[in-house]
């Protein structure tokens, strides 16, 4: 485990103490995961609940072959649907893949189980998280009922660039509209709107926002 990692855990878990930090140094090990790489499918037994130190996770579920994706764990957050497990037999409700090359911090079930007797206090961290998705949850639906389809696949390439940091972003047509649930056609048709209308451009190295669009604002 390098210093980064050290100082990102310590920062995570450090008002818990040094005991809680020791015992991460002994039982949890860090792993570089490679973009695109399934961490655990559907039906599967859990076997570690993951925090994300660097890069991105995307967690869904798969309904005919379609895509439904719940959320993505980003840095200093951790995947709640691996720890909700441990209250449900150990078995996933849904797929898990990197999204980019990510470090990914593993704690074994077993022992996370035990440390929620033995340190009460973190389950703190994981009221935070369920706060927080439920709030991105809360948004989506707004988006979807109120909002066009052009402003939802704006926001959606926005907020990917925030959350990747890549700026032209890669991204497929078809990896949109699965997100969005429509299909690859009709996006391919409001992106060529929205670039007609100046908004964004399109090429090889993939979807840039213009100069004249925020970014950081979603």
């Not at 995570?12 to 015992?23: A, M, T």
């Not at 989506?140 to 660039?161: C, G, P, S, T």
Request: hydrophobic share 40%; net charge positive.
């Amino acid at each position: 485990m390098n210093a980064l990692n050290k100082q990102l855990i310590f920062n995570k878990f450090g008002f818990l103490g040094n005991d809680l930090i020791s015992e991460i140094e002994k039982f949890a090990y860090t792993e570089t995961i490679k973009s695109k790489t399934e961490i655990l499918r559907e039906g599967q037994k859990t076997k570690y609940v993951l925090f994300v130190l660097k890069g991105s996770v995307k967690v869904y579920s798969l309904n005919d072959g379609r895509e439904l994706i719940y959320y993505y764990v980003r840095p200093n957050e951790s995947c709640l649907m691996t720890f909700s497990t441990i209250f449900n037999d150990y078995i996933s409700k849904v797929y898990v893949v990197a999204e980019e090359d990510s470090d990914v911090l593993q704690i074994p079930v077993s022992v996370m189980h035990n440390w929620l007797i033995r340190f009460p206090g973190i389950n703190r961290i994981f009221y935070q998280e369920y706060d927080n998705r439920f709030s991105e949850l809360m948004n989506m639906v707004n988006e979807a009922v109120f909002h066009r389809l052009d402003k939802r696949i704006l926001n959606y390439i926005k907020h990917q660039i925030n959350v990747t940091g890549n700026h032209p972003i890669k991204i497929t047509h078809r990896e949109i509209a699965t997100h969005l649930g429509t299909s690859r056609e009709v996006v391919s048709r409001v992106l060529k709107k929205i670039e007609n209308e100046g908004e964004i451009s399109q090429n090889r190295e993939g979807i840039k926002i213009l100069v004249s669009n925020n970014v950081s604002h979603v």
